[in-house]
């Protein structure tokens, strides 16, 4: 595996995480050296009490707004870059499949849609000469299990199809459909578009199963970086928005902004498992803190990214403490219900995400997850997205699959 760090602009693009940058950075950091683990190892997580967990990191400081305009401007410059970037990140010897299908769901009466991209294994078509169906096996007897993926991008930048190398080795290793989801992005969809998008795929899915001829029973989530963390708050926002409606004779579902009745129509919607490649778990925290923290703060994402993440995607701050936002700050009760009972977290050891998401692990564990925690040595945040046409994908394709070998469908 290349332990050379990925320092271009392009490779940082790849990744994403969020907040505000105005605070000068402490030249202090704790020695993380205990925390280092062999590759494909388990990492050694510092014990943090769930008290802690509230009152980790630095508030950060109310500042003027940022102009959603030149936010705008900024994001349209980078999603150019980074679709170049994500081209040269397909090309080479190893290349990734195409989307099977695209399906573009209305999700109210306001025009909003979304745009669902499916990798489906073989022996989910039955091949004829001038078109493609559902096979028998599908659409009679066997129903596939679903992994549902939310791309990364700080909320502002990424596309259904940047984890493709992630679907080819879901595809390899398990006969399951892999549906990417288009999410809405910042500035101009902010807080909270892109977890509501990520509901109402999953009640989509449920009540179409029967249709797209899936197991809307076992659904597995995964995602990377804003992704991973859409991984984890949309199963939370999905259980609040369930408990709204059952306690309510009027259907009221603002501000999810749906006119539709999915979630009556559920059916048997069951996340048994999800996978958070090195998670943002915390918006409240500033990025100058968790920088400061960091293991070599030189490595961690700069802040011209992180300002821009964090500001597209939460302008107002008190949002920011919202568990759909910050899930290290929701309450335990809400993280034992909403979240299933299997859950896989990647973290990177050169990554200003690390210690946060070895003390979401941590809390986990001691409310009774069961968890496979692993931190990849050397490696900043979002490692295996480098642009690079020349870099070891084999490599990158080891932890896939070891990543998987843990999945429960």
Known sequence: MQKTPLTTELDILMGETTEDENESISKNHPNNANNSTSDLHLSHLPTTTPDSIHR?????????????????????????????????????????PRPSFVRRIPFSTRGRTVDLYFYCPASYWQHKKNNRRLSSQVSQHRPYPVVVNFHGGGFTLGRAT???????????????????????????????????????????????????????????????????????TVPLRLQQRIKNEAGSDIINIEPFESTQHLVGNQGNLQIVATFAWYPLLDFVASRAHRRAMSVIPGKTMPSFFT???????????????????????????????????????????WDMLLQEGQRFVRRLEDMGKKVRAMMVEKVPHAWDKSPNPFRDQEQINVFYKAAWAFAFV
């Open 307 to 349: 300002t821009l993440f964090d500001e597209s995607y939460l302008p107002n701050h008190a949002e920011r403490f919202s568990p759909f936002a910050s899930p290290e700050r929701a309450p335990d009760e809400m993280l034992s219900e909403g979240l299933p009972h299997d859950i896989f977290l990647y973290t990177c050891e």
């Open 162 to 232: 940047d984890d493709s190398f992630w679907a080819k080795c879901i595809l390899k290793e398990t006969d399951a459909v892999f549906v990417s989801v288009e999410y809405r992005l910042a500035p101009e969809h902010p807080f909270p578009a892109a977890v509501d998008d990520g509901v109402e795929a999953l009640l989509y899915l449920a009540a179409h199963a029967g249709e797209l001829g899936i197991d809307a029973s076992r659904i597995v989530l995964t995602g990377f970086s804003s992704g991973a963390n859409l991984a984890i």
């Open 56 to 96: 980790v990191g630095t508030v950060i400081p109310t500042t003027k707004p940022h102009n959603r305009s030149w936010l705008h401007v900024q994001a349209t410059v980078w999603r150019f870059l980074m679709s170049i970037g994500m081209f040269l990140h397909t090309v080479g010897w190893s290349r990734p």
